[in-house]
């Protein structure tokens, strides 16, 4: 076919929804034209939406160098980085930075655009000067655009400005954007977050409701009486367990109650008896009375941080039946003392993945401390298996991949979690088991920004934060962990304990009874030793 022909026979299955046969003709369009962009966004909207990283390595076999097109390079650094191809990514991100700004030299008539574009990758793929610059460039397009086009970048800029922790500033310019475009869907979004990490929850939530489009508001829980309500599936394993812990107040509030779910989470709600029924994301739903998105849960109770202190942990349970033998035998086979389990990465399709997650070479300072047995509980990450296995992790990972009843089960069988944000985190978090989260500098909006533990998981999940911006990172430093008289703490040569000593982990005075204030909530004691950080 020619370029025209696999152009249009692709809309034409796109829109009937053949999106193997589409995927395949926008494929073979690039391969004749490799500047093709409106192939490259289907191809890339798909890739996301269905985390296919297959698709995109097939993509960077068919260009695997800079096309010339801004926005197409700019499309394939992203691939790129999610395949974990650092050279191939920098080789397509210089490329869309080098013509950006040979572009904004040369004083085009749409310099405005490639300033915008300048101060994306900046943002995207830098480090804090980049972001500080990105600022600037978002400020030259600002200038330069015609009027129609300040809004997208004010939402722009705003999201440089959350990068670099400045939340009243991200705050302001997505409230412009909102002001000059009121039905732009992602500056509502964005909105959101910035005010969900500053813990101001109940315009949060409303602004939350714009991820679906313009919103509504959920129904209340008032009229669910006598209903039958079917609560959707939305977004990520961890949102889900995160946000089943309204379940037991929508089932209070109405008649009978459907979850549906991933295939992955099925089995530990099922278990957890925290619904009626539990059927599949997919799957026809029952017939039903009232639907309400999981994640509109919060603002349908007007959840507010103090309102967070009242559900009670665990709100999942784990089934010892659920254990797989080769996970039972290969806890069994070490020798008595802490067992300790670990994850560090999350699925590269989250848009901050690539600070949030970090190379498992971080740990090894904690691997190393001795007296402690280590199970990596990662998954998807089969190339450190020489590494785990040099270092004497028993890898459990292969063993829980397709259940989470079956993490659960594992779960219960460890002393600590150590992970980076993902849903290993909320999992233990909601099994209230001890767990120890890494956070980057800019966190996801449900971590909050200012809290030294998290209001979703109190007194049981401690956060360690990245205190300053990192470089191409978020992790770095290490995590010191013992055990004594039953508390997780550790010593350092001064002889004070501490629960960690990152770069990026707060400070918790080292007392016996201490007092933190959270905003807007009081004060919460806490008779527990944490230690301190240094």
């Given amino acids: 076919m020619s370029l025209a022909e696999d152009l249009n026979e692709g809309q034409r299955l796109w ?6 046969e589409a995927m395949a003709r926008y494929l073979s369009a690039l391969a004749q034209e490799p500047r093709q962009f409106t192939a490259m966004r289907r191809l890339w ?7 296919d990283l ?35 990514t920098e080789q397509f991100r210089s490329q869309v930075e080098r013509q950006c700004r040979e572009s904004i030299r040369g004083g085009s008539a749409d310099q405005w655009m490639s300033q915008k574009l300048l101060g994306n990758v900046l943002r995207d793929f830098g480090g804090e000067a980049q972001l500080r610059e990105s600022v600037e460039v978002f400020g030259g397009s600002l200038a330069n655009a015609p009027p129609a086009e300040h809004a997208g970048v004010h939402n722009d800029r705003g999201m440089t400005y959350r ?20 039905d732009i869907t992602e500056a509502h979004t964005n909105l959101a977050q910035a005010l969900l990490l500053q813990g101001k929850l109940e315009e ?10 313009p919103p509504g508001r959920p129904p209340a829980p008032c009229v669910w009486t006598g209903k039958h ?13 995160q946000m089943v812990r309204f379940l037991p107040r929508v089932r209070e509030a109405s008649a009978r109650v459907t979850l549906q779910c991933g295939p992955s989470l099925r089995n530990l709600f099922r278990d957890s008896g925290i619904a009626d029924a539990v059927v599949e994301r997919g799957a026809p739903p029952p017939r039903h009375d009232v639907a309400v998105p999981v994640m509109s849960l919060p603002l349908a109770f007007n959840t507010s941080l103090d309102d967070l202190r009242g559900y009670k942990l665990p709100y999942l349970r784990a089934h010892s ?16 003392g802490k067992r300790v389990g670990l994850t560090w990465a999350g699925t590269p399709f989250n848009a901050n993945d690539h600070n949030r997650s970090c190379p498992l070479a971080v740990f090894e300072p904690l691997i190393r401390i001795p007296g402690i047995d280590w199970f990596s509980l990662q998954v998807g990450r089969d190339a450190e298996t020489d590494r785990l296995r040099e270092w004497g992790v028993t890898d459990l990972g292969p063993h829980i991949r397709e259940s989470f009843a079956a993490t659960a089960a594992t ?39 200012a809290y030294p533990d998290s209001p979703w998981y109190l007194e049981i999940v401690h956060l360690f934060r990245q205190t300053s911006l990192g470089t191409g990172g978020a992790h770095s430093g290490h995590l010191q962990i013992g055990c004594a008289d039953g508390r997780w703490t550790g010593n350092d040569r001064g002889g004070r304990c501490i629960v960690g000593s990152w770069r990026y982990a707060r400070w918790v005075p080292s007392t016996c009874a201490h007092k933190r204030t959270y905003p807007a909530r009081g004060v919460l004691t806490r008779r527990r030793n944490l230690g301190n950080v240094t």
């Fill in 15 to 20: 829109a009937a929804e053949k999106w193997d």
């Fill in 45 to 51: 909207k798909r890739g996301t939406t269905t985390q």
């Fill in 54 to 88: 297959g698709l995109f390595s097939r993509v960077l076999e068919v260009v695997p160098k800079p096309s010339g097109h801004q926005d197409v390079d700019l499309y394939l650094a992203r691939m790129a980085r999610m395949l974990g191809r650092p050279e191939q």
């Fill in 163 to 182: 990068c670099l922790g400045s939340l009243a500033d991200a705050e302001r310019d997505f409230r412009d954007a909102i002001r000059l475009k009121g």
């Fill in 204 to 213: 949060g939530w409303r602004e939350w409701e714009w991820r679906f489009g």
């Fill in 229 to 241: 309500v079917l609560i959707r599936a939305e977004q990520g394993n961890g949102d889900q367990i």
């Fill in 321 to 336: 039946g659920r254990l797989p033998p080769l996970v039972s035998e290969a806890i069994n086979r070490t020798r008595p």
């Fill in 411 to 449: 779960l219960e069988q460890l002393d600590l979690v150590v992970a980076v944000d993902t849903s290993i985190a909320h999992l233990a978090g909601a099994l209230r088991k001890p767990t120890c989260v890494a956070l980057p500098f800019d966190p996801d909006w449900r971590w909050l920004r």
